[in-house]
C-alpha cells in the first residue's frame, strides 16, 4: 500500500526526471540566437557557420564559416573564413573579416549598429564613411556563395593605407 509520502516521492521524482530531459534536449544556442538576443538581426552572418565562440562576459567572439563567400544585400559583401568582434547591446564593435564594396572599392567593415527600433535602420562603420541600409534585408541569414579568388584592393582606415588581398 502506497503512503502519502511514497506518491509525494514518485511525484517528485517523475517531475525531476521531465524537467531535466527537457533541458538536457534543449539545442545549444546557435551565433544567431547570440545575434538576436543583443538587438541584432541574424542576416548580418551568412548562412554556414560551422563553429563558433563566444565569451559572455566580454562579448568578444570568433565564427568560422566552411570557404570565404559573398552575398549580396543592397551592397556586396565579402565575408572571410574567420570573422571576429565584440559584440554588444545592437551592435559589433572591433570587426574584422568582411568587407563591403562600394562602387569599385572594398572597405573593411569595423563596426556594426543598428538605430533605434523606430528608425528600421542598420548601419556599417567603414571607417571613412557610415552605410545606412534597412534593418529589413539583415533578418534571416542569406545564403553565401563561394567567393572568386581575385586581387582586391581594400581601403583600411583610419591609417589610409590600401592592402591587397588574395
Known amino acids: 500500500m502506497s503512503t502519502p509520502r511514497d506518491l509525494s516521492f514518485l511525484i517528485t521524482a517523475l517531475f525531476s526526471s521531465t524537467i531535466f530531459l527537457q533541458l538536457y534536449s534543449l539545442p545549444d544556442p546557435s551565433f544567431y540566437d547570440f545575434l538576436r538576443e543583443s538587438g ?39 565575408f572571410d573564413y574567420n570573422i571576429t568582434g565584440v559584440l554588444s547591446d545592437g551592435r559589433i564593435g572591433n570587426l574584422s573579416g568582411v568587407t563591403q564594396k562600394e562602387l569599385f572599392l572594398w572597405f573593411a567593415v569595423k563596426g556594426i549598429h543598428v538605430d533605434p527600433e523606430s528608425s528600421g535602420l542598420i548601419h556599417f562603420d567603414v571607417g571613412v564613411a557610415d552605410k545606412q541600409m534597412s534593418l529589413s534585408l539583415f533578418e534571416s541569414p542569406r545564403d553565401c556563395t563561394a567567393a572568386v579568388y581575385e586581387h582586391r584592393i581594400i581601403f583600411v582606415p ?6 591587397v588581398s588574395s
Open 40 to 78: 541584432l538581426p541574424a542576416g548580418i552572418v551568412p548562412k554556414g557557420v560551422t563553429n563558433f565562440s563566444i565569451d559572455v562576459k566580454t562579448g568578444r567572439f570568433t565564427v568560422a564559416l566552411p570557404v570565404p563567400c559573398d552575398a549580396k544585400f543592397e551592397s556586396q559583401f565579402h
Open 158 to 163: 583610419p591609417r589610409n593605407r590600401w592592402r
